[in-house]
């Protein structure tokens, strides 16, 4: 970013794991106030007494540099003797809560508690733990995602977790959305006349993109929009990096590919940014009227995460404003 520009602010709607990887390096690259994070809840869920917000969670530990570097989800150097001491007392323990982990949903609670927003208590855990970029739930009220299966309509992380993302996926649906707001944060971020650009990062799109697009003022906001909106595939050559992206396409009818991720987004996004192992499918993508980024997209170390959102910044740069 050459100092002075007016627009140099930059939003990205995000869900866990993949996401948080492009977060960090967009946090990385960016100076303080530069970045917002959109963060998906559609996974959110009452469990143990507790309110679980793995999305948000994932976000705040990642950009915090306290993430569990195995996972993506939970806390680095954890300990589990409250699961087992759960264990023993015959308490649920298929969704893994650490010691360090359990401080975050109890104060939380304690926080939500006192009236305070799921915005609000966010912005305390960020302070809490020293994580500058702003990370904004989509919402303040609920919205769960659920999966369609055989076996009829499944919660988020019963799916996910409980269940390993076994069942075959027939469809979603994001309940709440109808009636659920947008919060005024993730609003004016979006329509802040600082913005240079919107992305979408390299999550799941059905299971934590959407979620954020199911509520209409988000989805019709990015699509009205002049500032350039880039979307990272989440699938490269055929495969997801993380998660059950691919299955769920291949179970849904989708060839799992970026052309379909494109053809999943191309009513939103001006440019799509893909891995050099899909540069084949450049044509058949800008056929379909968006600008396509050729690049890495692979984040393993530190650095392909920071090269990937330097790439990104580029790329949104070089679009300049929304497709006529
Ligand atoms: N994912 C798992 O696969 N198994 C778990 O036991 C688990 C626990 C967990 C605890 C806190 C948290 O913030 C996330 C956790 N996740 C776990 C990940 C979570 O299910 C996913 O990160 C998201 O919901 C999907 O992005």
């Known amino acids: 970013m050459s ?3 007016s627009y140099n602010t930059y939003t990205v709607l995000s869900g866990g794991v993949g996401g948080a990887k492009l977060a960090l390096g967009l946090d990385e690259t960016l100076t ?3 970045l917002s994070v959109i963060a998906n ?6 469990h143990l007494g507790l309110k679980i917000c793995p999305d948000i969670d994932t976000l705040i530990y990642t950009l915090a540099g306290i993430a569990d570097p195995e996972t993506g989800w939970g806390l680095n150097n954890e300990s589990w003797q409250f699961m087992e001491s759960l264990e023993k007392l015959g308490g649920e323990t298929w969704f893994r809560l650490g010691d360090r982990d359990l401080a975050t949903h109890l104060r939380r609670k304690e926080l939500l508690e006192t009236g305070r927003t799921l915005t609000e208590v966010t912005a305390e855990l960020c302070r809490a733990m020293g994580v500058e970029a702003s990370i904004l739930p989509m919402s303040d009220d609920p919205v769960s995602t659920r999966i369609h299966t055989k076996e ?9 977790v409980r269940l390993q993302t076994e069942p075959v996926a027939t469809g979603f649906d994001y309940a709440g959305s109808e009636t659920a707001r947008a919060t005024a944060d993730v609003l004016a971020t979006l329509k802040h006349d600082s913005l240079a650009a919107i992305f979408i990062a390299p999550s799941n799109p059905w299971l934590s993109i959407d979620p954020i697009l199911s509520l209409g003022d988000i989805k019709s906001t990015i699509i009205d929009t002049r500032v350039p909106v880039v979307a990272v595939s989440p699938i490269v050559a055929g495969k997801a990096l993380k998660g059950p992206t691919a299955k769920l396409m291949e179970e849904t009818g989708l060839d799992p590919s970026v052309t379909s991720i494109a053809g999943h987004y191309s009513e939103l996004v001006d440019g799509l940014i893909i891995d ?4 084949s499918l450049q044509d058949e993508i800008e056929d379909m009227g968006l600008r396509v980024g050729i690049t890495r997209t692979v984040m393993n170390s530190h650095q392909d995460k920071v ?3 330097e790439f990104a910044i580029e790329f949104a740069a070089l679009l300049g404003g929304k497709k006529a």
């Open 3 to 5: 100092p002075g520009d």
């Open 32 to 34: 303080r106030g530069q």
């Open 41 to 46: 809840t559609g996974d959110d869920f009452e």
């Open 152 to 160: 009829g309509a499944l919660p988020f992380q019963e799916y996910f």
């Open 276 to 279: 050099e192992q899909d540069a």
């Open 307 to 309: 090269s990937l959102a």
